[in-house]
């Protein structure tokens, strides 16, 4: 066989395997057709099927027609927002004023020594935070000096009374001698007398008896002594230590009473008593740590009849009596914050706090549930709660808890109360 026949079957041969491959690629490839019924036939798709019969796949996959829809709100309550409401009513309330202030003593004494001298010894519980009854020794001065200044006093006055008895003698005589004299008339100079003489010799002796009284009073200044009850919160002078006249000794605060100085402002002081009415009666104090957790009873003693010239207010001085021997003893510069228990307000509306907008406003609901607003009267705040004057001609109100900036006078709302009757 030649080689150009033997080239021409090969190239047959595989045009025939080619053929043939292809035709099994797109027989497979075909897509399924529905499945067969018994003897070969496709299951028809029967349209025209009775109305009791159902098909299989249909059943167990409901149509979107056929499940059963939730029943939906009305166009109306689906576009109507909700607003927390708060019930209130117009009611007796008591004010009560909070301030703050620095506990201080009635008297903050810097003790001086009112003679010069050598500090000769201090007493022995002499030191800061310890208290002292009034007159206790605190220091002694040498008094050596001071007793001879006495001494010395004393001599001179009574030298100054033997000078005025002479001088009555002498003024007796004189007069007897012009009584003898038989001259007529009174003398021509007081001198013949002597009555200078003798009122020189009273003033000698008043002299020397205010000088006497001068030294024992120096005697008695060196001992240093507490002039009311105190307790001492600094001490300046050492045994051996040498003072003069006026020097700082120690500083003593008095322990009988502390004041707080309370700073208010004008419309704290509308929601207190009248200040003439602490004549008849005091107004109650209550005062608080600045941690919240001691609390100490008072009264308002006085009240300043004047302004700070820094914040502009006027102070209530609240006074405790024996501070260091309360139960918990309120010492002197804590801060506190102080309750005042001022007027009762009739006819007022508490409401919460967060109901007054940034605006100053405070929105409520009307009887249609459509809102409404108006700019409230605020009489005093209190525990997260405004106390405002109510609306004229309204005795109650549902008022809008947390207002909203976008809100709109006749919007149409639904009210959702959060507590009952806002109290």
């Given at each position: 066989m030649s080689q150009k026949r033997k080239t021409i079957i090969v190239t047959l041969a595989a045009a025939a395997v080619i053929f043939l491959s292809l035709q099994v690629v797109g027989g497979s490839s075909q897509p399924p057709g529905p499945p067969s019924a018994p003897g070969g036939k496709p299951e028809s798709s029967q349209p025209n099927a009775e109305p009791g019969s159902q098909n299989p796949e249909r059943a167990a996959t409901p149509s979107r027609e056929a499940t059963p829809s939730r029943p939906s709100m009305g166009a109306q309550e689906a576009t109507v927002p909700e607003v927390g409401v708060v019930n209130v009513v117009s009611r007796s309330h008591q004010a009560n004023v909070e301030g703050y202030g620095q506990v201080n003593p009635q008297f903050n004494l810097t003790l001086s020594a009112q003679v010069a001298g050598r500090i000769q010894s201090l007493a022995d519980n002499f030191e800061t935070g310890v208290q002292f009854s009034e007159g206790d020794t605190l220091a002694t001065i040498d008094d050596t000096d001071y007793k001879q200044a006495v001494a010395a006093a004393s001599a001179a006055l009574e030298e100054a009374k033997v000078a005025l008895e002479e001088e009555r003698l002498q003024g007796k005589q004189a007069l007897s001698e012009w009584q003898r004299s038989g001259l007529d008339g009174e003398p021509s100079s007081a001198l013949v007398l002597r009555e200078p003489q003798l009122a020189a010799a009273e003033a000698a002796v008043k002299q020397a008896s205010e000088a006497l009284t001068q030294a024992k009073?120096?005697?008695?200044?060196?001992?240093?002594?507490?002039?009311?009850?105190?307790?001492?919160?600094?001490?300046?002078?050492?045994?051996?230590?040498f003072v003069q006249s006026g020097a700082e000794v120690a500083g003593l605060y008095a322990t009988d009473i502390a004041e707080i100085s309370v700073p208010l402002s004008a419309s704290q002081w509308n929601n207190l008593p009248p200040a003439s009415s602490l004549k008849q009666q005091q107004w109650p104090v209550t005062l608080t740590d600045m941690d919240g957790l001691t609390q100490w009873q008072g009264v308002v003693e006085r009240v300043e009849q004047h302004l700070d010239t820094t914040s502009r207010q006027r102070s209530a001085v609240v006074r405790v009596a024996k501070p260091l021997?309360?139960?918990?003893?309120?010492?002197?510069?804590?801060?506190?914050?102080?309750?005042?228990?001022?007027?009762?307000?009739?006819?007022?509306w508490q409401i919460p706090s967060t109901a007054i907008s940034q605006k100053q406003e405070v929105w409520f609901v009307t009887d249609n549930n459509t809102l409404d607003?108006?700019?409230p009267s605020v009489l005093f705040m209190e525990g997260g709660h405004a106390f405002i004057t109510p609306v004229e001609g309204m005795d109650m109100a549902k008022i809008v808890v947390r207002p909203l900036n976008s809100y709109l006078v006749n919007t149409k709302v639904l009210p959702v109360s959060e507590t009952s009757d806002g109290q």
């Open positions: 009073r120096d005697l008695a200044y060196t001992e240093i002594t507490s002039p009311f009850n105190s307790v001492v919160v600094s001490r300046s002078i050492q045994p051996g230590s021997e309360q139960s918990t003893p309120l010492y002197f510069g804590t801060y506190v914050v102080a309750k005042i228990t001022g007027r009762v307000w009739d006819n007022v607003k108006f700019t």
